[in-house]
């Protein structure tokens, strides 16, 4: 079952080159290239690669020219699962998708975790091209700030609040001042 997000152009054959490999490769999952298409000029701080790298904000993924096992998660504008590893582990989860006015993300993530952990294998494949458009909107760095911390959350929620968290009264500190934020 091949997914995609509704704002992508796909490549013609994009859909040919996935049902290829799932005929003759031995693995759970395929990620396919998504190469990024600007809308707008790239921002002068954004740093796709190198020492200056930022989080995945901008949705891009490209390993090269071969087919390769994934060590990380898929992004979901470029995978497919196999229906029987679907059945087997269950279905994305639907509470860590996005939502209006919220960036959070990780139902892509935490589904490609839940196929690592059955000891399935997710497989890079190249030729499988999907170019997704980078609106001005998404090159600000207040939409940065926003991802990154709708991702935070989304992070906790699948994780939960770790042990060593820092806490008042209990509850992880972090809580005190989202509310007094929201207040």
Same mark, same amino acid.
């Given at each position: 079952?091949?997914?995609?997000?509704?704002?992508?152009?796909? *490549?013609?054959?994009?859909?040919?080159?996935?049902?290829?490999?799932?005929?003759?490769?031995?693995?759970?999952?395929?990620?396919?290239?998504?190469?990024?298409?600007?809308?707008?000029?790239?921002?002068?701080?954004?740093?796709?690669?190198?020492?200056?790298?930022?989080?995945?904000?901008?949705?891009?993924? *490209?390993?090269?020219?071969?087919?390769?096992?994934?060590?990380?998660?898929?992004?979901?504008?470029?995978?497919?699962?196999?229906?029987? !590893?679907?059945?087997?582990?269950?279905?994305?989860?639907?509470?860590?998708?996005?939502?209006?006015? !919220?960036?959070?993300?990780?139902?892509?993530?935490?589904?490609?975790?839940?196929?690592?952990?059955?000891?399935?294998?997710?497989?890079?494949?190249?030729?499988?091209?999907?170019?997704?458009?980078?609106?001005?909107?998404?090159?600000?760095?207040?939409?940065?700030?926003?991802?990154?911390?709708?991702?935070?959350?989304?992070?906790?929620?699948?994780?939960?609040?770790?042990?060593?968290?820092?806490?008042?009264?209990?509850?992880?500190?972090?809580?005190?001042?989202?509310?007094?934020?929201?207040?």
């Amino acid at each position: 079952i091949a997914f995609t997000d509704d704002d992508v152009r796909i *490549d013609p054959r994009w859909l040919a080159e996935l049902h290829a490999a799932a005929l003759h490769e031995d693995a759970d999952a395929f990620a396919g290239r998504i190469l990024e298409t600007w809308h707008t000029p790239k921002p002068r701080w954004y740093a796709p690669d190198g020492t200056y790298r930022l989080m995945d904000v901008i949705v891009r993924l *490209d390993l090269g020219e071969q087919p390769v096992t994934m060590s990380t998660a898929a992004w979901g504008a470029n995978m497919a699962i196999r229906r029987e !590893v679907l059945e087997r582990i269950g279905l994305f989860r639907t509470d860590l998708g996005p939502t209006a006015g !919220v960036l959070r993300r990780g139902e892509d993530t935490e589904i490609c975790q839940r196929i690592a952990a059955a000891g399935g294998r997710l497989l890079y494949l190249p030729q499988a091209i999907v170019w997704h458009p980078v609106e001005p909107a998404r090159a600000t760095r207040d939409y940065f700030l926003r991802w990154y911390h709708d991702f935070g959350r989304s992070e906790v929620q699948l994780d939960g609040v770790p042990d060593d968290a820092a806490r008042w009264l209990g509850a992880p500190r972090y809580l005190f001042r989202e509310l007094a934020t929201a207040a």
